[in-house]
T-cell receptor, first 117, second 111 residues
């Protein structure tokens, strides 16, 4: 199946710093990628839809200036958590659909666990 | 958008027993997908249901889509330790490209 790679898997940063997370589709081109946040033992909360070559679409309640999304190519989307604070600590996970597949299932990256000290 | 509710949140099962997790949507869905997330891992696609009343089987897993296309279930027979993980349903509305995920059912198995 299609492969989505996410980096880094783990990141620990100091409060006030910014962290960038990369999401790559390795064997297909993804015009759209999705960024989720998952709290411990909870579901996947859609944060934003990343659109190649245009602005991301953010879900209600998600601060676009806080969570910067860039989708500069058909295989790479990045999420930057700016001025991170401890409450931003979470598991961030990206996903994408392979447009070549009829079903339209989501392929998820491995996730990035962010800890803000 | 639609909201997808999933129960139970936790399921502790004796090895060899059966269990079912249920999903309900506030609106009619165009399709519903199921994912499994192993502890420490990422969600992996299991199946998609599209038709009203559809039933699909994957070995010991049976997936159903309700007649009204507003609910779905996953039934696992003869649970094994490899079934441990969190099972999510995710529904897509008729006019929405986004998937709404249920809260997930976290399954633990006692040998």
């Amino acid at each position: 199946g299609a492969v989505v790679s996410q980096h880094p898997s783990w990141v620990i940063c100091k409060s006030g710093t910014s962290v960038k997370i990369e999401c790559r589709s390795l064997d297909f081109q993804a015009t759209t990628m999705f960024w989720y946040r998952q709290f411990p033992k909870q579901s996947l909360m859609l944060m934003a839809t990343s659109n190649e070559g245009s602005k991301a679409t953010y879900e209600q309640g998600v601060e676009k200036d806080k969570f910067l999304i860039n989708h500069a190519s058909l295989t790479l989307s990045t999420l930057t958590v700016t001025s991170a604070h401890p409450e931003d600590s979470s598991f961030y996970i990206c996903s994408a659909r392979d447009p070549g597949l009829a079903i339209g299932e989501l392929f998820f990256g491995e996730g990035s666990r962010l800890t803000v000290l | 958008g639609q909201q997808v509710m999933q129960i139970p949140q936790y399921q502790h099962v004796q090895e060899g027993e059966d269990f079912t997790t249920y999903c309900n949507s506030s609106t009619t869905l165009s399709n519903i997908q199921w994912y499994k997330q192993r502890p420490g891992g990422h969600p992996v696609f299991l199946i998609q249901l599209v038709k009203s009343g559809e039933v699909k089987k994957q070995k010991r897993l049976t997936f159903q889509f309700g007649e009204a296309k507003k609910n779905s279930s996953l039934h696992i027979t003869a649970t094994q330790t490899t079934d441990v993980g969190t099972y999510f349903c995710a529904g897509r509305g008729s006019n929405d490209y986004k998937l709404s995920f249920g809260a997930g059912t976290t399954v633990t198995v006692r040998a």
